[in-house]
């Protein structure tokens, strides 16, 4: 059985969709499971409980069906400006409980894939990161996310972490949402215009994340267990880059064309010593996805073709 964990955050809730509508024997949690506490996580991979929150619709006729062989781990401290004033407790949630997942997994023979950030790097590359490439995170948010990468390698051995960046999805507080609420609010908007990366929609994600497990588990079928896909790490975005200010416009339009955005707004640039976040973020964060299509064949959409699908579909809602 898989066990999702974050399935009610914007990732998780995408994943948990995909499971059931693949009619997958899962189960799902959120923060009632604390994963920065040991005894917590051990409890609830080792439970007989046959009726957990979020099951899929499958019930357990044995409690032996209960046995967890996935891990999917979606949920993180991802505030990422609170994260400089509350380092315990982003490492508590993305660094140890990281590791407590690595080490359940070992224990239990499960697998683990666990998602990351483009934040572990510093931004100062001119050409797309890839995964042999040096970390250097600059805030608490990154350092926390690549020391739960490094906690996850040195416990086992069985895991895919999954570098991605610039998030959204239907189920939660995203740019795309709000920047449509703020194009219908008001009159003129400033935008990040020296920050380049790859928007990523989330049902991308979860999809690869899915394939992930399809992969290893044909061939690991056929095959046996030395032939799933290489575990390790792998980045993985849409296609494509560009600017969170060309982001935005690009959101606008889209936005008017399917009457997601129903007045004018002017949009400017503006440095990102002028937006003045907390937080610092890397200046340029293009993550290179050759690994993971080598790897997994998959075919990877681009942004923009992502997002006018997002913006077109009916479970579009802003936050
Ligand atoms: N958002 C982005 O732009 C972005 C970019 C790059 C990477 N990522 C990574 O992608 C992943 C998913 O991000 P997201 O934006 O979907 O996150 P999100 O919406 O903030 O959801 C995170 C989930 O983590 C759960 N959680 C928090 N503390 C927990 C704890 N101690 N124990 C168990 N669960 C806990 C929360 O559960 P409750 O709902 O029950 O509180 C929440 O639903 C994260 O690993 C994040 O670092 C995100």
Redesign the pocket.
């Known amino acids: 059985m898989i066990w999702l ?8 809730t995408h994943v948990a969709r995909l499971l059931t509508e693949k009619d997958l024997f899962w189960t799902g ?9 040991p005894a917590a996580v051990e409890n609830f991979i080792t439970s007989t409980e046959t009726n957990y929150y979020l099951s899929s619709h499958k019930k357990f006729s044995n409690p032996k069906e209960r046995k967890i062989n996935w891990i999917i ?7 990422v400006d609170n994260a400089e004033n509350d380092e315990e407790k982003a490492r ?3 660094t140890t ?1 990281a590791l407590n997942l690595a080490r359940a997994a070992r224990n239990h023979g499960a697998k683990l894939i ?6 572990v790097f510093d931004g100062t590359s001119k050409v797309p990161y890839t995964e042999a490439d040096k970390k250097n995170p600059t805030g608490v ?1 990154g350092r926390t ?1 690549s020391d739960g990468e490094d906690a996850i390698c040195s416990s086992m051995s069985q895991y895919y972490i999954l ?7 239907f ?2 507080k ?2 795309v949402y709000t920047m449509t609420k703020l194009f219908n609010s008001k009159d003129e908007i400033r935008v990040v215009e020296d920050q380049f990366g790859t928007p ?1 929609y ?1 049902g991308d994600l979860a999809s690869a994340i899915l394939m992930i497990i399809e992969k290893s588990e044909k061939a690991t079928s056929v095959f046996g267990k030395n032939s799933a896909p290489a575990y390790g790490i792998y980045h993985f975005t849409n296609e494509g880059q560009t600017s969170w200010l060309d982001f935005a416009k690009k959101i606008y339009a889209i936005g008017k064309k399917c009457g997601r955005v129903t007045k004018d707004c002017t949009i400017t640039g503006c440095t990102t010593a002028e937006y003045g976040a907390k937080a610092p973020r890397p200046a340029y964060s293009v993550l290179s996805k050759e690994k993971i299509q080598k790897e997994l064949r998959i075919k990877i959409p681009d942004w923009e073709q992502s997002l006018k699908e997002f913006m077109s579909d009916k479970r579009f809602e802003i936050q």
């Open positions: 964990i974050g399935a009610k955050g914007m990732l998780g949690s959120g923060s009632e499971v604390d994963i920065s506490n781990n979606c949920a993180a401290y991802t505030a508590a949630v993305n409980g666990h998602i990351s950030t483009d934040y948010y996310k570098r991605t960046a610039w998030l959204y999805g189920y939660g995203n740019f990523t989330c």
